[in-house]
């Protein structure tokens, strides 16, 4: 492989103008058909094969009224201290703000508080504002229709608030990119000192996820996708893409300062980092690629669509890349670096593995046992999805939550919702008086039917919180009634997904890491490298979790971190988190490694082979890290503790995993294995093919002369 890829980057150097032209065309093929091909995307997902989906396609076929499928806003009144909602002074100003609600342009009716809809205590009461289309359909201008009425109520004295999903606002897209990508360039500049050197990562990365991006907008026009699908692609095309062509730009002005023409380093950069780019590009696909073995439809999307998104850097990185680094000549190096000895470039690398490399045995047992102390609050892992009830303290959302906890009970704002099928012969009626004698319900409803008669609907109101133990344990126990009913609901989608989530775990590492042993194999001809690699990704994995549960869960630090509400983790962080930390782990294994093996195979020792490999690439796998440790950590700056658990999560698993794994274990472990770590069965080895990750085959290329030096003057 390194000899293709030597010979593909020497003519992409040399056929410079022709690369870069075909790249542009593509791309502006690409622009023209997102602007003219793409179409609509949808926020709403389903998850085949729960029993919650089951009910919701049941009420869809025959009783389509119940669940009208529109959006619904829940406007919430609380009456002043001493005083009740039917008063006449309150019940004058819930009658102007219900009359505002109704005047909407989405709205299809607004129920009044007042028929129904009201505590026995007389002092909270809710309007539903029901909509002719579902939330992601509605407008800024919808939701401020909603919040304007609310001011008419707020000045006559009430307290009134509105939640549901109506007044959820779409996130906002690219704030986290923006910073990265400010952070990435000051990182590269420091790395390189070069500002042509640092912008060549952050052109390219630009370009490739401009061309992944147009791709979704163009299968958006021929297949449904969800409008999350491209966030991933967005994310993960801009991380990989810097981190590759980091690699090899590093890699191009190491051989420049030994001494190599620029067509003869394009060639070599391509050809030994362009190798490892090219395997780290392909454990990344495969850990996105097997978001399909969850099954949920809008997660597989998100997969794959960043799997095509690193597969276009991986390009980029192996032709367009070398070709711009033709167009940048002499000044792809600094100055400085043009008189400094290229051996000296990883000084600081040097001495951190003569560090750890010095007592590895202690180094290990203290990493590893620190890890373990860190992943022990995972033990207590429950999972979860997000609602009105984990917003912001200050939010309109949560105040209106608390309020109909605080006035009809905390199961309130998780209704169940009982599908019985009258047509296998079930009793609506008798269904309902079961439910009713089960522990921990605080209401049932009288069973609606539908105009055929076949389909009824019940709403159950637990005692307990949606997201509490006992409501889980209410919705099992009405599934295990022995009647053809089913349950639905936010509430019970919320837990068919947490336990969907949970069940897919294994799953898919079992998936990843099975394919990811088998490609490692293949690169490192060595069957411990890669158990190795594998064992210290589910080590920086487990301790993450362990952090993510003591901070989001159990509160610890909450107060620095600024987490308003503690409860169950978001049911999509676990798989996601894998997925994504997968990728970026085994891309600093396989940077690191790489040249470790390189030293080893051209004849260093074991010990120096290690501490000269991790100094070569420590400063790029340091500079990579920052870079997107930087970027997730803005997001714990966000009010939202959703993106605030997801942002602290991906910043955490990083840290761990690049600085405590890759950089302090890795050497370690392989100090400690000596010429072990690459042993590999004779079978095996006749068997697999020899990719020459090392540019073992590349040594027959003249070894450049040393280049004639500048004394430096001193003092």
Avoid: C
């Amino acid at each position: 492989m390194a000899t293709y890829l030597y010979r593909l980057g020497k003519l992409s150097f040399q056929r410079r103008k022709l690369v870069l032209t075909l790249w542009l065309a593509l791309i502006a093929a690409l622009g023209v058909g997102a602007f003219t091909l793409s179409g609509p995307t949808s926020d709403s997902f389903s998850i085949p094969g729960t029993e919650a989906q089951q009910a919701q396609d049941l009420l869809a076929e025959r009783f389509p009224q119940a669940g009208a499928g529109g959006a619904q806003a829940r406007v919430v009144f609380a009456a002043p201290e001493g005083t009740k909602l039917t008063d006449a002074a309150n019940k004058a100003a819930i009658e102007e703000t219900v009359a505002e609600l109704r005047t909407g342009g989405q709205v299809v009716n607004v129920s009044d508080p007042l028929e129904g809809a009201v505590n026995p205590a007389g002092t909270v009461g809710y309007a539903t504002v029901s909509y002719k289309v579902q939330a992601d359909e509605l407008t800024a201008a919808d939701r401020e229709a909603v919040l304007d009425a609310l001011g008419t109520g707020r000045d006559a004295g009430l307290t009134a608030e509105a939640g549901g999903d109506a007044m959820q606002e779409p996130g906002e897209q690219g704030a986290g990119e923006v910073i990265g990508f400010g952070v990435a360039a000051i990182v590269l500049l420091i790395t390189f000192g070069s500002l042509v050197a640092a912008g060549l990562p952050l052109l390219t990365a630009l370009l490739g996820v401009g061309a992944a991006i147009a791709g979704v907008q163009i299968v958006s026009g021929f297949v449904g996708l969800s409008s999350t699908t491209p966030t991933l692609a967005l994310m993960l095309g801009l991380a990989v893409a810097i981190d590759y062509a980091l690699f090899i730009v590093s890699r191009y002005r190491h051989e420049i300062a030994r001494g190599r023409t620029g067509v003869e380093a394009a060639g070599y950069a391509v050809g030994t980092a362009g190798s490892a780019v090219t395997f780290a590009g392909l454990t990344v696909v495969i850990a996105l690629a097997a978001l399909a073995v969850v099954n949920i439809p809008f997660l597989t999307q998100m997969g794959l669509a960043a799997a095509g998104a690193v597969v276009i850097a991986v390009f980029i990185a192996l032709t367009l890349l070398p070709a711009m680094l033709g167009f940048a000549g002499d000044r792809i190096v600094s100055k400085r670096s043009r008189t400094r000895d290229p051996e000296s470039a990883g000084s600081a690398g040097r001495r951190w593995a003569a560090l750890v490399t010095r007592r590895p045995a202690l180094t290990v047992a203290v990493a590893v046992l620190g890890l373990l102390v860190i992943a022990i609050p995972a033990l207590d892992l429950r999972l979860g999805l997000p609602g009105d009830g984990t917003m912001a303290a200050d939010t309109t959302q949560r105040k209106a939550y608390d309020l109909l906890s605080d006035g009809f009970g905390a199961g309130f704002n998780g209704p169940l919702i009982v599908v019985v099928d009258a047509a296998a012969g079930a009793d609506p009626k008798a269904a309902a008086d079961t439910i009713g004698a089960l522990p921990d319900v605080a209401a049932v409803s009288p069973a609606i039917l539908n105009p055929a008669g076949d389909t009824a609907i019940i709403q159950v109101v637990p005692a307990s919180a949606p997201d509490s133990e006992a409501t889980v344990g209410l919705v099992t126990a009405i599934r295990d009634l022995d009647q053809p009913l089913s349950v639905t609901g936010t509430t019970a989608v919320s837990i068919d997904i947490s336990d969907r989530m949970g069940a897919a775990l294994i799953p898919y590492l079992a998936v990843i890491v099975i394919l990811a042993f088998l490609l490692l194999t293949l690169l490192f001809r060595s069957v411990l490298v890669p158990l190795k690699a594998i064992l210290g990704f589910l080590l920086s994995v487990a301790a993450t979790f362990g952090a993510v549960v003591a901070v989001f869960q159990w509160g610890w630090l909450s107060g620095l971190l600024g987490v308003a509400e503690t409860g169950p983790i978001v049911s999509l962080i676990p798989v996601l988190l894998i997925g994504i930390v997968f990728g970026l782990a085994m891309d600093y294994e396989v940077f690191l490694v790489s040249r470790m093996r390189e030293e080893h195979v051209h004849g260093a020792e074991s010990k120096q082979a290690v501490v000269n490999g991790f100094s070569h690439g420590a400063r790029v796998v340091t500079a990579a890290a920052i870079i997107m440790i930087s970027v997730f950590s803005g997001f714990i700056l966000a009010d939202d503790t959703i993106i605030k658990s997801i942002g602290f999560a991906l910043a955490a698993a990083i840290l761990l995993d690049a600085f405590v794994v890759r950089m302090t274990l890795v050497p370690a472990v392989m100090t400690l294995l000596g010429r072990r770590a690459w042993w590999l069965p004779r079978w095996l080895d006749r068997v697999l093919p020899d990719v020459d990750v090392e540019g073992d085959k590349l040594r027959a290329t003249p070894e450049p002369q040393a280049p004639v030096r500048e004394p430096v003057p001193i003092g």
